[in-house]
């Protein structure tokens, strides 16, 4: 099933993300993550790569095996970072022939220690020309792209990043996956303004649910999410107690999927650091509807 598909057959959609472990361990700890999650029947599993364009070898070895063993769609990650335009052909030439048809098409980060992207010679700049190449390559494979609610980064002002985000709809993506949030009120701000720009394609929530607040410290210092103040506040008292902090996170993404799903969003895409526990407990929490 091809991204678009997800959103035209059912009233919401459900998906995961993975990223490849560095470690044996880590493997292990996947699968069973995997074997977990699969049994939540979600409509995709997505696959990240690591900095740099690194291990994409091993994102295309792990959405086939999710296909092929689990028997759900997966959905590969595919970025710019350093690669030409015949580099990022022979990937998707390798992609197309593992059988998968879902790509998540992204700009990339910029390298550590930079403050801005840069292309290689002879690759690519924006994520709009990687939604253009792939369209171009394999008309109807499904596309995904990224969405800021609370802008991106690297954006001058939020009216840029979203003129951004609309050229990378108009070169032919099938739905909008958001940077996790917390603030609900910023994402239905922006599917808001994407409404009035006459986007017509599904927005997906992206939610993070916080186990250990360190760590989702940095990722939202790296892509400027915000974390409410009285959510942190809560997490800070509770620094020193692991299962305290994954009780209060967990809780607040009840709260907050709960009200995305009664505000109508058409899906939540979950970020499971590789681990199902939390997003157990969210779905057995929330009342989500499915088709029957």
Known sequence: MRIKDVYEKSPFGISFEIFPPKTEAGDVALLEGLQRLTARSPDF??????????????????????QRDFQIPATAHFTCVGSTIEQLNNWLDAADLRGIQNFMAL?????AGSDSFEAVSGGLKYANELVELIRSRFPDVGIGVAGYPEKHPEASTMEFDLDNLVRKVDAGADAI?????????????FRDELERRSVSIPVVAGIMPITEFARIKRITAMCG????????????AVQDDAEAQRAIGVDYAIKQCQQLVDEGVRGIHFYVLNKSEACERILDAVQIPRSV
């Not at 291990?55 to 086939?64: A, K, P």
């Not at 700009?107 to 390298?111: L, T, V």
């Not at 996956?177 to 701000?189: A, I, K, M, S």
């Open 225 to 236: 999410a915000i974390i409410p103040d009285g959510l942190a506040g809560q997490l800070e």
């Open 107 to 111: 700009r990339g980060d910029a390298p």
């Open 177 to 189: 996956f958001t940077q996790l949030f917390y603030h609900n009120e910023n994402f239905f701000r």
């Open 45 to 66: 599993i997505s696959c990240t790569y690591g900095a740099g364009g690194s291990t994409q070898d091993r994102t295309l070895e792990l959405c086939e095996m999710i």
